[in-house]
């Protein structure tokens, strides 16, 4: 009886090499089959492993922020506590924050959705106040920079 090809590959495994070994799986023997069953395994597993390191590293850098910006990062953590997620057809979760457009990220878990979105987030905070565009006010914190003072205008009598 053939074994059944993975419906979920490595993120490693080109889209190509997919195609091919979908289209080659029902000519392979069982043994075949099973040794492609067995590298796939490994790497998913491996895949697992860089994607948890590419999360942890992730975080740390997050976390170096925050030391350098405390208000900046007090924002991202209010507004990723009203982020809402998703669930995808994919098996993925959408998460955004809501009132603050073009903030998303789509990971598997919700943590690794979580720090992609502070980090995406950071990324738009940077955008916006860079070109001098009005942020909203999360949770009490505002991070617009104050309005220039206004000039004071005195007549002069003659």
């Known amino acids: 009886m053939p074994l059944l090809l993975p419906q979920r590959f490595p993120r490693i495994f080109r889209e190509t090499d997919r195609a091919r070994l979908t289209r080659l799986w029902p000519r392979l023997s069982e043994r075949e089959q099973a040794d492609?069953?067995?590298?796939?395994?490994?790497?998913?597993?491996?895949?697992?492993?860089?994607?948890?390191g590419e999360i942890e590293l992730q975080r740390k850098e997050n976390e170096w922020r925050a030391e350098r910006d405390p208000r900046r990062w007090a924002y991202i953590a209010a507004a990723l506590k009203q982020a809402v997620y998703t669930p995808q057809e994919n098996g993925t979760l959408l998460g955004t924050i809501p009132g603050l457009q073009g903030v998303l990220a789509q990971e598997p878990t919700q943590e690794a959705c979580q720090v992609e979105l502070a980090a995406g987030l950071d990324s738009w905070l940077t955008a916006r106040l860079r070109r001098g565009l009005e942020i909203p006010v999360i949770a009490g914190i505002d991070l617009n920079p104050p309005a220039p003072p206004q000039p004071i205008?005195?007549?002069?009598?003659?």
Do not use: T
């Open 36 to 52: 492609w069953l067995a590298r796939l395994q490994r790497w998913q597993e491996l895949d697992a492993e860089v994607y948890q």
């Open 153 to 158: 205008l005195r007549s002069v009598s003659a």
